[in-house]
């Protein structure tokens, strides 16, 4: 069993890697946009200069997700050819979500207190190890499918770690609103303390499209 022929499926696979590992990069150019975020140190202008490096990553994402779409051919399923594009576009909401983060803190001249920098750097690092775990299930699809079938608990890990992330962001957003500080500078702060959070949702909603395309073929 498999996610479709091999004659019918030939080049998307790749294609759709390729797109998934630049949404990766962007997401690793967004890690290093936070480490500087939380650095009293850093300029605005330096600030300016690595979201425009997020933008970057983002721009050549959204070319691999169109390169890839446009490579889906009639010899698919519909259902086939929905499922492909669910997984990209969702995949492409991770790079769209570092983007606009990195962009709104910037044009908001945003900065999170220095304090929050060890809670974020965690909170990033997990997100770091979701990614990479859901590469390697996104390539299974195409490689490995039927044991990916027998064995998703992959997709369980990327899970795992996308509860850790929630644990980490409910903590930050008790620390935030008890803090001396106005109820808009509050909301502001605990909005994007969510943004970065969000990421791993994005990743573990894509994990649960991967997940229903089994149980589908499955039945």
Request: charged share 30%; proline share 2%; glycine share 4%.
């Amino acid at each position: 069993m498999n996610l479709f022929s091999k004659k019918s499926g030939e080049g998307v696979d790749t294609l759709i890697m390729d797109q998934v590992k630049d949404v990766e990069s962007c997401l690793a150019e967004f890690g290093r946009f936070m480490d500087v975020a939380v650095d009293p140190a850093t300029d605005a202008e330096t600030l300016r200069t690595m979201a425009t490096k997020v933008s970057r990553k983002e721009e050549a994402a959204d070319v691999s997700l169109r390169k890839m779409i446009d490579s889906l051919n009639a010899s698919l399923l519909p259902a086939t050819r929905s499922e492909l594009i669910n997984i990209a576009t969702s995949c492409d909401e991770i790079a769209n979500r570092c983007q606009n983060t990195a962009l709104m803190m910037v044009f908001q001249s945003f900065r999170f207190p220095e304090s929050y920098a060890k809670d974020l750097q965690k909170m990033m690092e997990l997100i770091g190890k979701q990614m990479p775990l859901l590469m390697t299930a996104i390539s299974r699809l195409f490689s490995d499918f039927g044991g990916l079938l027998k064995d998703h608990s992959i997709l369980d890990e990327i899970r795992d770690l996308e509860t850790d992330v929630d644990d980490i962001e409910e903590k930050l957003f008790e620390r935030t609103y008890a803090m001396e500080i106005g109820l808009a500078e509050k909301m502001q702060m605990a909005n994007f303390v969510d943004a970065v959070a969000d990421i791993s949702d994005i990743i573990e909603d894509v994990a649960d499209a991967i997940q229903i395309s089994l149980i589908t073929r499955k039945a």
